[in-house]
């Protein structure tokens, strides 16, 4: 038993083992946090330092305007692959008419492909 | 003969009744009070899990494990007589353990999650039924009874989708898998009608053996046409998948998760139907069923990811992910039934054919606590703030740290990152399937990182930011709901550090049945 | 598997742990202050000296650490660990010089190319993640764009991986094709063909193009990009976190070289020279810092001294179409190669060079 617990991963063409990562990882983590231990930790606590950096201006009262809104996310990925988002926006319309469309058509494609018609 | 071994021998019968029977208790135990029957159910689901991994423990010592209703194994070999048959093997157990794991959290979670909520008798006897049916589902060895537990399923799934009935949303969600899967069960009786007609047998592995090359003509394909669509649907591969973000983003959280489970008893049957019952049949070239898979998996995958990036409901945008997943799943398995299908191949010469289908078939628990736990936390998250829309929240983390934590975990399995269980059979996938076809396993990679920036948007927008006035007060998801998202979270930590053993223990039996549909179609001429 | 195996594992993940750690952080400032020193003799500036990056973490040791108001305390200190730890982990499983990976000799836990592919998104995730916790719209704004590269330079990175796997697959009697000693033991440049040898090419030159988008350097900094938002992900960070990701910076592109080493350049020197022994070792490990330093100096250097920045889109579509483009046509080639060689009995490049 707890030599199948230590066995590594074989997927036929690469090697996991978890358990010596996970090792790895932590006496890695160890010197580092022995090393950042040896950094200054101290800041001033409720001064300016800890305000949000907008290049100077002032911050707004309500915060939840400071909190970018998870629709404009990856705009840049978005933007370029739009022709496929909006393509696929068109396909999901949300009707069950267009379900058993697909579905219909799904067979049609299955009877094709098996030579039935 | 002691009482185990009784237990074990009625085990595959009494999986199925005793939810069946505390499902009917529900209402009558229910007049007890409000704790009473929770603790009712929790019991009745945790002697359900000691027979299934009863059940489980001798199925993965080799053997195919039978149970007919009503007679001997001999009354149903005569031709005249018609008898419910259940026919365990490793594939079916294997379904067996995710459906008892999900319904346990699910119950174990509405303790607190649905407390506030109105008729909620009603609740857990339909999830009761709708447990019932996922493990006819995967136990059953009858083309009919299949039929009838997935209406089953389908009907108690589709009562509890439309549990909240003031949202109009979840009606309408509720009122489309109506529709979807009366027509799919609809077609899945016909081609049962089909087999039944020309074969004159319901049990599958009668009538498997009985498909064979000489017999094989229009009717069989029209059956297996109709049996894979529509059970394809019901899986929710694209593109016929529009029903499920709708149905798993509007039913509530706890149920989310048992639908996870039940749309993987449709991609059981999937499997089913290609591997077994038309196993001998599997090397007739107009059968090419392996390429279609995989291109329908990496359809769906792809899919999935484009439509859950710029999804910002929550509990939708998990739905999406849980798609993305599925995929993952026909990709794997697929791979080994192209390869499986070809008389000019050997498994023997192509083991990359077991190790991508050991992967898919890992990859279905892996998906089933991966998504589980992520769909348990959006309910968290919505308990907590009354909020679902991705753009309304943020800065939550202050509050719920735990659910935090436990989404960070989901977040990292779900999307295959070390040393989480979703990368171990996702590892699998990679290095197998890039020897049927290279760019599959590029585009596998691809939409796996993609996954990831979804969740990450997940994680900033719902937990990370600045401190919201409105959320100022939330407190941390109630202890029932914690226990139910710890059970996940240590699984997926489990199963991520120990992949090996449960690919041998779990993954290989399952796999062993799908390949060698022989010894499930034997039993009949060899005895059990 | 005994209980001596087990401690000997033990022994060499805790050396083979410190030892690594060591390695990448000081090779990694190190070639941080040339290529900063190169890059300002490029630009016609004399430049800091070349131990300057050591100076700055020290000096960032020193430095307060302020934790903004509004971020997650725990999730904003842990990111940029996690981090640092994750793409020194990387270095466990990479032959360096002529000593093979740490992990490779006692335990049959060898470097995987996916497993490095997924370690490689750690420190990236750990980046992004670190920005969002920040609570600072810039940081955000940032640490978005850095998922949006991410996903972007995968795609092509992905096919470069496969390929070279899905070829060496096609070999007699070679099996876990992913795994990194199998890969630097068959460089792919001896059995290709001419075709294969363009396709090769083409993939190395993709990866090239890859790399500094991994490191985020221009022109694929935009998630940082100081002239517009101010530095980005990491503008809320100072002290010894900030210096955890200028180490993490450091090391992840020791990683990167390393594997792109691994990858196309495997050769040692001390074959051909007939050594062996400790100068053999002393001698590849000298072979290893120059190729290493080329590869930084071509992927990382001269392609951001010499061109601008992109915007976030244009990144997206460099990756997603040239880019992809590009590897697929050197996938193609790859997988033509052999049919063609066969079939037309041409022999592999390496023989029609006569270096065998």
């Given at each position: 038993m707890f030599e199948q617990l230590l066995k590594t991963f074989d997927t036929g063409n690469g090697y996991w083992n978890p358990l010596v990562w996970g090792f790895a990882f932590l006496i890695i983590f160890l010197i580092i946090y022995i090393l950042r231990g040896r950094g200054n930790p101290s800041y001033k606590r409720g001064t300016e330092q800890t305000k949000v950096f907008l290049s100077g201006n002032p911050e707004y009262e309500n915060k939840e305007l400071l909190h970018v809104k998870a629709s404009n996310l990856y705009w840049g990925w978005v933007e370029s692959t739009k022709w496929v988002i909006n393509t696929l926006k068109k396909m999901h319309t949300g009707r069950a008419n267009d379900y058993i469309l697909w579905f219909t058509f799904m067979i049609a494609i299955f009877m094709l492909l098996l030579g039935v018609i | 003969m002691n009482i185990l071994d009784i237990l074990l021998q009625q085990s595959p019968a009494l999986i199925v009744a005793t939810p069946l029977l505390g499902a009917f208790l529900t209402p009558l135990i229910g007049k007890l009070g409000y704790n009473v029957r929770n603790i009712f159910i929790i019991i009745i689901l945790a002697v359900t899990a000691f027979l299934v991994f009863l059940l489980a423990s001798d199925v993965f010592s080799g053997n195919i494990h039978t149970y007919v209703f009503g007679g001997t194994t001999s009354t149903v070999l005569s031709n005249t007589v018609i008898r419910i048959l259940f026919e365990v093997d490793g594939l079916s157990i294997f379904m067996a353990i995710i459906t008892v794991i999900l319904s346990l959290a699910a119950v174990i979670y509405s303790w607190a999650f649905m407390r506030e909520e109105t008729g909620q008798d009603k609740y857990y006897t339909l999830l009761l039924l709708m447990t019932t049916g996922m493990f006819g589902m995967v136990l059953t060895g009858d083309l009919f009874n299949f039929f009838v537990f997935l209406e089953i399923t389908s009907i108690a799934s589709c009562a509890l989708i439309a549990f909240w009935t003031h949202k109009a949303k979840a009606v309408e969600a509720a009122f489309n898998y109506m529709v979807i899967s009366t027509i799919g069960a609809l077609f899945v009786l016909l081609s049962i009608a089909f087999l039944y007609g020309k074969y004159d047998a319901l049990n599958i592995a009668k009538l498997a053996s009985r498909i064979t090359p000489v017999s094989f003509s229009f009717i069989d394909k029209l059956s297996l046409i109709l049996l894979l669509a529509a059970l394809t649907m019901k899986a929710g591969i694209a593109p016929m998948h529009m029903w499920l973000p709708d149905a798993y983003g509007r039913a509530p959280a706890s149920i989310s998760i048992i639908l996870v489970g039940a749309t993987q008893a449709s991609l059981y049957g999937v499997f089913r139907i290609c591997f077994t019952l038309y196993g001998n049949v599997i090397q007739i070239p107009e059968v090419s069923l392996g390429w279609i898979m995989v291109i329908l998996g990496l359809i769906t995958m792809l899919i999935g990811v484009f439509m859950a990036m710029i999804q910002i409901d929550f509990k939708k945008l998990i739905a999406y992910g849980a798609l993305a997943e599925l995929g993952y799943m026909f990709l794997g398995v697929g791979t080994g039934l192209t390869i499986l299908s070809n008389p000019?191949?050997?498994?023997?010469?192509?083991?990359?054919?077991?190790?991508?289908?050991?992967?898919?078939?890992?990859?279905?628990?892996?998906?089933?606590?991966?998504?589980?736990?992520?769909?348990?936390?959006?309910?968290?998250?919505?308990?907590?703030?009354?909020?679902?829309?991705?753009?309304?929240?943020?800065?939550?983390?202050?509050?719920?740290?735990?659910?935090?934590?436990?989404?960070?975990?989901?977040?990292?399995?779900?999307?295959g990152i070390p040393p989480m269980n979703g990368f171990a059979s996702k590892l699998l996938i990679y290095e197998s399937v890039y020897q049927l076809n290279p760019i599959l396993a590029i585009i596998a990679i691809l939409a796996s990182i993609m996954l990831l920036a979804i969740m990450v948007k997940v994680f900033y927008s719902a937990f990370l930011g600045p401190k919201i006035d409105r959320f100022q007060d939330i407190r941390e998801a109630p202890k029932s709901m914690l226990i139910a998202m710890g059970i996940l979270a240590s699984l997926i930590i489990f199963f991520g550090l120990f992949p090996d053993l449960i690919v041998n223990t779990l993954v290989e039996p399952a796999v062993k049945a799908i390949t060698h549909p022989t010894s499930y179609i034997l039993w009949l001429t060899g005895g059990v | 598997m005994d209980i001596g195996t087990v401690s000997i594992t033990i022994l060499t993940v805790i050396f083979g742990a410190i030892g690594v750690t060591l390695f990448g952080i000081i090779i990694g400032l190190l070639y941080k202050g040339i290529d900063r020193k190169i890059a300002a003799h490029m630009q016609g500036r004399v430049g800091p000296p070349i131990r300057q990056p050591f100076l700055d973490v020290i000096k960032l040791f020193v430095k307060e650490n302020i934790v903004p108001d509004n971020a997650i305390p725990w999730v904003f200190h842990l990111a940029p660990i996690i981090g640092l730890i994750a793409s020194i982990t990387i270095l466990l499983y990479l032959p360096i010089g002529g000593f093979p990976a740490v992990l490779d000799g006692i335990i049959t836990s060898k470097g995987d190319l996916i497993l490095l592919l997924y370690l490689l998104i750690i420190p990236s995730l750990a980046l992004v993640t670190g920005g969002f916790s920040s609570g600072s719209p810039y940081a955000i704004v940032g640490a978005q764009r850095e998922m949006a590269t991410m996903i972007a330079y995968e795609f092509p990175l992905a096919i470069i991986i496969v390929t070279i796997a899905w070829r060496l697959s096609l070999m007699q009697n070679v099996s876990h094709v992913f795994t990194l000693s199998t890969i630097t033991s068959i460089p792919l440049w001896n059995i290709l063909g001419p075709l294969g040898f363009i396709g090769m090419i083409l993939l190395l030159l993709t990866l090239i193009i890859v790399t500094p988008a991994e490191l985020s350097k221009i022109p694929f900094d935009a998630p940082e990009a100081e002239t517009e938002i101010a530095g980005g992900l990491l503008v809320e960070y100072s002290g010894r976190n900030l210096a955890m990701f200028y180490l993490t910076d450091a090391v992840k592109t020791v990683a990167m070289g390393s594997i792109i080493i691994a990858l196309f350049f495997p050769y040692n020197l001390s074959p051909i020279l007939s050594m062996n022994g400790y100068p053999a070792y002393i001698i590849d490990f000298l072979f290893y810092l120059l190729k290493l330093f080329l590869v930084i100096l071509f992927s990382v250097t001269l392609i951001r001294v010499g061109v601008a920045r992109l915007k976030i889109d244009q990144i997206v579509y460099t990756y997603w179409v040239p880019l992809t483009l590009l590897a697929l046509i050197g996938l193609i080639c790859i997988m033509w190669d052999q049919t063609i060689m066969t079939q037309f009995g041409i022999p592999s490049v390496v023989e029609i060079l006569g270096l065998t």
């Open positions: - | 000019q191949l050997s498994l023997a010469s192509n083991s990359f054919a077991l190790q991508a289908m050991k992967g898919g078939i890992f990859h279905i628990i892996n998906d089933a606590l991966d998504v589980g736990l992520l769909f348990l936390v959006a309910g968290a998250v919505y308990y907590a703030t009354k909020e679902s829309s991705l753009n309304n929240l943020g800065g939550i983390a202050r509050n719920m740290k735990y659910t935090t934590v436990f989404f960070l975990i989901g977040l990292l399995a779900v999307s | -």
